[in-house]
């Protein structure tokens, strides 16, 4: 497309020359020992001497540039390292804007290889649009080390016919005002939003942006939640609306954990998964690498469909809904009238309505909360109609529980999302949210196949006060719900596409994907060989991290379905005739075919494993093994 455009421009007898114009940049000058002044060192970029140097006193967002007069279409950018420093200005960003301020800024280029000393490297530029002010922007604490900066074009209006993205993603530009970062949860700083896709603006508009999250704040990568002046569908996302989180992902080196959960919670029927798209991010000219476009978790029809409750709306008819709220952790954190602590003492954040809404509208959220464990601890707790099964939608917990459990999120009842409907008793569970310690990625399960049965029981996982005897009230203690389990199992592992094979082929599209930006991103933030937030091993590659999401997703499949009781439909696979029941004993172990899932009881009728793999060394006895889609059984006496 470069080659393409230099050739059309000289075609039109247009010549791209060296530009020149006033030097501007980061006001405070640094120079490092033995190399003189730090005043008006912004024309040591252009003064032709590659021994002087550019530098600023702030280690980051430092910039140094031209002002050209007049907008020019750029088309060629030159620059050179300070001698001996030749990473210095790996990642920085080539920007162009009609505006001093920068708000209307666009990357031209990134540079993305080592310097020379004494000579010039060039990025050539393939942005249609024409701009008055140029400059380069250094990536991390490097001090914005220019010795040389030339930028090469010609004057004209230009259009946004063509503008530039870092790769195949789209790219999300944030200018914000006095180029001030987002520094802490509650303060919105003013910006000016740009996304660009396929090479067009796809949405501009204000809004303002702060930081997001808890533990993830915590990494240099930060997080941000974006809140528009009006209602957006950027990237043509499903909702319209004016908060978006952009997710770091830093812990998590494929990048895609949160994505590949949504898509598992679709799979297995969820009423509503986030959107999330993967897209490059740069904040005030400083590339900031691969986030997570992504719903924030709030009322919306195209989010959580629930009606949203006013202050004033109180009445009998009214007051029952809508509710979103958080099962959290983190509770206490938040302001008083906005959560609460159950009768069992869970923690409750209430996130709609606002504030924590009325007084009655907070009393009411809590008494049915209560309500439901009150049913859930009473004698005749599994009754459909008397019991917890009245107030709790059942099919929304176990796929949220599913999901979990695939997924092997440590935090799945560390923070759990739950819902309800006006003129509807039940609460309903979800959506999903935060898969960054999932698919293997937490040394704390680690490795999660080798428990025996489901994670969120193994005593390894992050629950919040009271949810460890709630949860395991409903799914180990309700006779009903094991047979609901492999029901849900069943109906997404039959229909609904949930297959070792399709989740790879789904893994392996994302990861093709997002390829050109992974580069970026670990050539921002060199974090393969290090052990971030709770990794348990260093794979040492994009491609190693990837695969073992893969495997682990294959052999988590095929293990859940043992655990699960998954039934294959009628005409999946073959029926086995009864003279061809393959079961064989091997000294105490029971094994089956390899393919299908089988049962194991004792004489006493109580199932003693399920699953595809041989069983365990079993007890002396007599056992019955049968497949689960077939009524035909094999006995064994084990000595």
């Known amino acids: 497309a470069t080659i393409l455009s230099l050739a059309l421009l000289a075609a039109s007898g247009v010549e791209s020359t060296k530009l020149t114009g006033t030097p501007i940049g980061t006001s405070k000058g640094h120079q490092d020992s033995g190399f003189g002044n730090t005043e008006n060192i912004q024309g040591y970029a252009f003064d032709g001497d590659p021994y002087t140097y550019f530098a600023t006193d702030q280690k980051s967002y430092g910039w140094v540039g031209l002002d050209l007069g007049t907008p020019h279409i750029i088309t060629r950018v030159g620059w050179m390292t300070r001698a001996s420093m030749p990473e210095s200005l790996k990642t920085a960003v080539i920007q162009g804007s009609n505006s001093l301020d920068f708000l209307d800024a666009l990357p031209l280029a990134i540079i993305t290889q080592n310097g020379k000393d004494a000579e010039f490297t060039y990025n050539e530029i393939n942005c249609s649009r024409a701009f008055r002010y140029v400059r380069l922007v250094s990536t991390g604490e490097g001090r914005c080390r220019v010795a040389e900066l030339e930028f090469y074009g010609h004057e004209g209006e230009g259009d946004d016919s063509n503008l530039f993205q870092f790769t195949n993603l789209p790219t999300v530009v944030i200018n914000t005002v006095n180029a001030q970062e987002p520094f802490d949860k509650e303060t919105n700083i003013v910006s000016n939003v740009i996304i660009i896709n396929d090479g067009k603006i796809d949405l501009e508009a204000s809004a303002g942006v702060r930081e997001r999250g808890n533990n993830s704040r915590t990494y240099p990568k930060k997080p941000w939640r974006v809140k528009f002046d009006k209602k957006q569908s950027p990237l043509d996302a499903p909702a319209k609306a004016k908060k978006w989180t952009l997710i770091n992902n830093y812990g998590d080196k494929t990048l895609m954990r949160n994505v590949i959960a949504f898509e598992t919670a679709r799979r297995v029927g969820m009423a509503y998964a986030p959107y999330a798209t993967l897209v490059d991010v740069v904040l005030n000219g400083e590339f900031k690498g691969c986030y997570q476009l992504c719903d924030q978790v709030e009322v919306n029809k195209n989010r959580v469909n629930v009606d949203e409750l006013e202050p004033e709306e109180n009445s009998d008819d009214l007051i029952s809904g809508g509710y ?316």
Not at 466 to 485: A, H, L
Not at 523 to 547: A, L, Q, T, Y
Request: net charge negative; glycine share 8%; hydrophobic share 35%.
């Open 324 to 639: 979103l709220f958080e099962i959290d952790a983190y509770a206490y954190q938040e302001p008083e009238g906005e959560w609460f602590t159950s009768s069992k003492g869970i923690p409750i954040t209430i996130k709609s309505p606002d504030d924590g809404g009325s007084e009655a509208q907070y009393n009411y959220l809590r008494n049915h909360f209560n309500k439901l464990e009150s049913l859930l601890w009473s004698s005749n707790f599994a009754d459909a109609e008397k019991g917890y099964r009245s107030i709790l939608d059942i099919e929304s917990f176990i796929q949220h529980f599913i999901v979990g459990e695939l997924s092997g999120n440590t935090d799945t009842y560390w923070s759990t999302y739950m819902y309800k409907k006006r003129g509807d008793d039940k609460f309903y569970t979800g959506p999903v949210w935060d898969f960054d310690n999932g698919f293997e990625n937490d040394r704390r399960t680690y490795p999660i196949n080798d428990n025996k049965g489901y994670l969120c029981f193994s005593g390894k996982t992050s629950l919040a006060s009271g949810m460890k005897e709630f949860v395991n009230r409903i799914i180990n203690e309700d006779p009903q719900t094991s047979k609901d389990i492999s029901r849900i199992w069943s109906d997404a592992r039959n229909n609904r596409n949930l297959t070792p094979n399709s989740m790879v082929d789904f893994i392996n599209g994302v990861a093709d994907k997002i390829y050109k930006s992974q580069k970026l991103e670990f050539m921002r933030w060199p974090i393969m060989m290090d052990f971030v937030h709770e990794n348990p091993v260093i794979h040492g590659s994009f491609d190693k991290e990837v695969e073992n999401v893969r495997n682990y997703v294959t052999e988590r499949i095929k293990k859940l379905d043992g655990i699960m009781g998954f039934v294959e439909e009628a005409g999946v696979d073959e029926v086995l005739a009864e003279e061809n029941i393959s079961f064989t004993l091997d000294g105490r172990s029971i094994k089956g075919d390899g393919r299908h899932v089988f049962s194991v009881f004792n004489m006493a009728g109580i199932l003693v494993y399920s699953g595809v793999e041989p069983t365990a060394s079993l007890a002396p006895g007599m056992y019955v093994a049968s497949y689960q889609n077939q009524p035909q059984v094999k006995k064994f006496i084990v000595k």
